[in-house]
């Protein structure tokens, strides 16, 4: 069947510090693949997303790349900002099917 | 900018009493969905809409639950007799026609089932 994994949080970062959420998908044929993000208090928005093999989702500067190989969907970030803080969601969309399958979501905390 | 508008933001009610949740998306978009969110996890879909038709309710628990969107607009979700591990956050969402993966979220209805 299909499923995501994602690495457990709480992530805690320093301002500034490199940021790497792991997010491992199982699905039949290519999905298209997606980052949502949920700060405090508010909605879950789509962050990025990527299509197709080897494409690169950025915004924000938060990036992931599709990898088939690996069934992977990282996703990282350069230098973490205290209002980057958030429960960040990997959600793989499978071929075929018609919603998206959520990750458990990894909470995000960078401190000043 | 808009929005997918939902209400309650919050409800506490008793086990076994009926509760109801609204969702008005944002105009033009035809499909709709319904998610729980139960604390720490994902979210989980309860159901989809497109227009007016439900196009997946495989995971609603139809013993108790019920949604309609019945002029293909707003929709309501319903639960009776609620139950102590429906505790969870209702998250609606919606898109344009398509399964394309872009959704809009409302900030949820929390729900609390003493």
């Known amino acids: 069947g299909n499923s995501v994994t994602q690495m457990e949080g709480p992530v805690t970062l320093s301002e500034e510090a490199f940021l790497t959420i792991n997010c491992t998908y199982t699905a039949t044929g290519y999905p298209s693949l997606f980052w949502y993000v949920q700060y405090p208090g508010e909605g879950l928005q789509l962050l990025l997303k990527?299509?197709?093999?080897?494409d690169k989702g950025s915004n924000k500067g938060f990036e992931a790349t599709y990898r088939k190989e690996t069934t992977s969907f990282h996703l990282e970030k350069g230098s973490v900002q205290v209002s980057d803080s958030a429960v960040y969601f990997c959600a793989p969309l499978a071929v075929g099917r018609r919603a998206l399958t959520f990750g458990s979501g990894t909470r995000l905390q960078v401190q000043p | 900018e808009a929005e997918v508008a939902q209400s309650p933001r919050y409800k506490i009610t008793e086990k076994s009493q009926a509760v109801a949740f609204w969702c008005d998306p944002i105009s033009g978009h035809a499909t709709l969905y319904w998610y729980r969110q139960i604390l720490g996890q994902g979210p989980e879909l309860l159901v989809q809409f497109q227009d007016e038709s439900v196009v997946d309710d495989s995971q609603l628990p139809k013993d108790r639950f019920s949604a309609e969107r019945l002029k293909g607009v707003d929709s309501t979700l319903k639960i009776q007799p609620a139950e102590l591990g429906d505790s969870a956050m209702y998250l609606c969402a919606s898109s344009l026609a398509g399964s394309t993966g872009e959704l809009f979220f409302g900030e949820g209805s929390r729900l609390t089932v003493l």
């Open positions: 990527a299509t197709k093999a080897d």
